[in-house]
């Protein structure tokens, strides 16, 4: 079964756009909220992560918002860029070196 | 700091052959994870090792899937013998124990094709 439910599937938004992907969980005992960035022939790579004593993360242009109560979390990219272009994934895992649950990913295209 | 090591980087056997992945943690690392993913899914756990004991095989198709990590540093995965299904990237992920969150830094993957 999903333990983490991720929409849209994919996204188009033009260079400067906002995107925002969204992400749900059951679980409550996950408190490790991590968004990968996947190319397309390379691994995942750490984007940003957030624990949920706090609201908001923002690192650079990414930035999470996370709802404890409603247990959802979702990031923002500003001013995306074409660079930008990748497959995100969101995950939640408990602390201390448990497997992360990931999501099926959103292909994310940003237009010039 | 060099990154998760793995390879081959591509392999394409028939099903019903065997094959072996291959990975070296970051330097240090005493967590090492095997993940599989499926085209157009998200990574699944098959394995997670701390030192050369595992944690979590629970996930792993133990009937046809092994795994080991010799010294507590390199692994390798094997699958025999394949089936069609097992066609996907195989993923190598690597954490500091001692860091407070929970980051897991992945290899490059191996792509295994079926036919």
């Known amino acids: 079964q999903q333990q983490v439910k991720q929409s849209p599937q994919s996204l188009i938004v033009q260079k400067g756009g906002i995107p925002i992907i969204n992400c749900a969980y059951e679980n409550t005992a996950f408190d490790y909220f991590p968004w990968y960035q996947q190319f397309p022939g390379k691994g995942p790579a750490l984007l940003i992560a957030i624990r949920p004593d706090v609201s908001e993360k923002k690192e650079g242009r990414f930035t999470i918002s996370f709802n404890k109560s409603a247990k959802q979390f979702s990031l923002h990219i500003m001013d995306s860029q074409p660079g930008d272009s990748a497959t995100y994934f969101c995950a939640a895992s408990g602390d201390s070196g448990y497997a992360l649950n990931f999501g099926k990913g959103t292909s994310l295209l940003v237009t010039p | 700091e060099a990154g998760v090591a793995q390879s081959p980087r591509y392999k394409i056997i028939e099903k019903r052959q065997s094959v072996a992945f291959w990975c070296n943690p970051i330097s240090g690392h005493a967590t090492l994870y095997w993940y599989q993913q499926i085209l157009g899914q998200g990574p699944k756990l098959l394995i997670q090792?701390?030192?050369?004991?595992?944690?979590?095989d629970s996930q792993l198709p133990k009937d046809r899937f092994s795994a080991e990590r010799l010294k507590g540093v390199d692994s390798t995965l094997k699958i025999q013998p394949a089936k069609l299904e097992d066609s996907a990237v195989y993923l190598c992920?690597?954490?500091?124990?001692?860091?407070?969150?929970?980051?897991?830094?992945f290899g490059p993957g191996t792509r295994l094709t079926v036919l």
């Open positions: 992920a690597s954490r500091w124990t001692g860091s407070s969150y929970n980051e897991q830094f």
């Open positions: 090792f701390q030192n050369n004991g595992v944690v979590d």
